[in-house]
């Protein structure tokens, strides 16, 4: 267990919001917006930085963009009618997050610069102690969890990486002090982030390498400039732009039945490797490009520009595995040694545990790291066993598949706040999911996943932990988990009531309370 943080003076300050929640991305706004929608304003949302966005706020690289159609990739109960393309880029999106955020009047209930480091369950009060950075507490009801799941950047410890003398950052922490004009850079990683910056830096740069450790599978990207007739038709009418969200949600849905039954992969596996072929003349390079496992075991690049990038005659592929970095570049397997003024890492993100180091305390003095022992693991990606009143966005195997994460959060929004509406109904002030439940939950949903592209598909994917096994990926469609989140099962769930503590629970207060409060 780790230790709690000591309690400075500010710590005489509590407040007593009836939900926490903590973060301001995509999941943690959602959650706050459908909380007001279903008249809850008595919460409070913790920010550890001094704005909103999450992941959005986070990821500046040159060419950040999603790869979920707008349509699909913003909440259906704030659609955004002007949108500019049908993939929009980072700035768009960050621009959406803080539009919507001062459309809800959410901004007074977010504590920016406010970085949560310890959650212990009080069962005298069936309360959370929630305690920040600066030592302040918040004793809530309910906490929610939207921190993100690819938020920690995983940086490699390859072997004389301290001894580089030129200037190293990850693509997550983009260094825009570092001029790249004329420089010589190598990047080390190949998937999502990667394939979308290098496009950006090839050409300023003198020179890239790109280090590749597996080729990734690449299909096309639908992309266009949104018209200004589109634009006009989704002002005059609204179902217009629901009808295209509706194609962009089959178009991520119909592929996930073949990931789940690898034997039908073949149709995308065609259209990949016609894409390389079309786009890629050179066989040898062909050959590098081509991955040696099935498509959609790590997911699937979306980009048009990623192969003419790499045959730009400024711009070198190197498969020879990293041997070290010198003071001056990196020196592949093969002997060579790529000089490299600055070096970016498109490594990705730390997915194996992600509440690893932080502290967490449930029932019983059971401690998060004890709880994920043998791995993470929750029911229905949003509860887990011995977390009394603690709900999680992005959980364990809730996402990780293809379906656009904002739908898979909805559904989330959803389930907490039918949740809360269960713990009303029966006057609970304790609401724990049932440990058999959440195991015999966990033990269907492992055994479907071994069937699936992301387990058999021969590649280890952030979608794995180190053991192998899956804690990303929900096995079903998109549409299968809405299904699984509409309504709580009582009888999954043990709900209790401190006699003391009935008077605590839930009454919507009005807006006005919530909005009073200084922000700490
Ligand atoms: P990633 O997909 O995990 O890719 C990391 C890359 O770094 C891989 O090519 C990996 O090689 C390589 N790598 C990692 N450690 C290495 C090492 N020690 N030596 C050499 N190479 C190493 O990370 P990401 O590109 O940041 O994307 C992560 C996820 O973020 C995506 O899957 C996606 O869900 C999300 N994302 C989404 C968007 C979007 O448009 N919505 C954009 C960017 C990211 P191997 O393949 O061999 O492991």
């Known amino acids: ?232 038709m989704f002002r005059a009418l609204p179902f217009t732009q629901r009808l295209y969200r509706l194609a962009a949600y089959w178009t991520h849905e119909v592929p996930v039945l073949a990931f789940l039954n690898p034997r039908f992969l073949g149709l995308l596996e065609t259209a990949a490797l016609r894409m390389l072929e079309k786009q890629v003349p050179d066989p040898v390079l062909r050959a590098k490009l081509t991955p040696d496992y099935k498509i959609g075991c790590k997911r699937i690049l979306l980009t048009n520009d990623y192969y003419p990038a790499l045959q730009r005659p400024d711009v070198d592929l190197v498969t020879s595995p990293i041997a ?48 994920w022992r043998e791995g993470m693991t929750a029911h229905l990606g949003t509860t887990v066993a011995g977390f009394p009143n603690m709900f999680m966005l992005m959980g364990p195997n809730s996402g990780g598949g293809a379906q656009s994460i904002l739908f898979v959060i909805e559904a989330q929004l959803h389930y907490v706040v039918e949740c809360l509406r269960l713990m009303r109904a029966r006057r609970a002030t304790r609401m724990e999911v049932r440990a058999d439940v959440q195991r015999a939950f966990n033990a269907r949903l492992h055994d479907k996943l071994g069937r699936s592209v992301w387990n058999t598909g021969g590649c280890h994917s952030w979608f794995l932990d180190s053991t192998g096994s899956n804690r990303q990926s929900w096995p079903g469609t998109g549409t299968s988990y809405w299904r699984a989140t509409r309504r709580p099962d009582p009888q999954a769930f043990v709900l209790s009531a401190r006699p003391e503590g009935r008077r605590l629970v839930s009454v919507p207060r009005p807006a006005a309370a919530g909005r009073a409060r200084k922000r700490g």
């Open 1 to 232: 267990m780790s230790s709690t943080p000591a309690k400075s003076e500010a710590s005489e300050a509590v407040e007593t919001p009836d939900v926490l929640i903590v973060g301001t991305g995509l999941a943690g706004l959602g959650m706050a917006m459908k909380l007001l929608a279903a008249g809850h304003s008595d919460f409070v949302v913790l920010e550890k930085a001094d704005g909103v966005g999450g992941t959005w706020r986070e990821n500046t690289y040159p060419g950040c963009a999603c790869d979920v159609a707008s349509v699909m990739y913003s909440y259906s109960f704030a659609p955004n009618r002007a949108w500019s393309r049908m993939y929009a880029a980072q700035p768009e999106i960050l621009d959406y997050i803080k539009r919507v955020t001062k459309e809800h009047d959410l901004d007074s209930h977010i504590r920016f610069n406010t970085e949560a480091v310890s959650y212990e369950f009080d069962e005298e009060t069936d309360r959370w102690s929630v305690r920040t950075a600066s030592g302040r507490e918040y004793r809530a009801r309910i906490v929610v969890l939207a921190h993100g799941s690819l938020h920690q950047p995983s940086v490699p410890d390859l072997p004389g990486m301290s001894r580089f003398e030129g200037k190293l950052f990850h693509s997550a922490q983009w260094d825009h002090s570092v001029d790249l004009k004329g420089k010589r850079v190598a990047v080390v990683g190949t998937g999502s982030s990667a394939a979308q910056f290098i496009p950006e830096i090839a050409g300023t740069a003198a020179h890239v390498d790109v280090f590749q450790r597996s080729a990734h599978w690449v299909l096309p990207k639908a992309d266009r400039p949104l018209s200004s007739f589109e634009h006009k």
């Open 324 to 371: 070290e970095f010198t003071e001056s570049g990196i020196k592949s397997a093969d002997g060579d040694l790529h000089e490299a003024d600055v070096v970016i890492l498109g490594t990705g993100f730390s997915t194996e545990n992600r509440c690893a180091s932080e502290h967490i305390v449930g029932r019983g003095g059971i401690t998060i790291q004890e709880a």
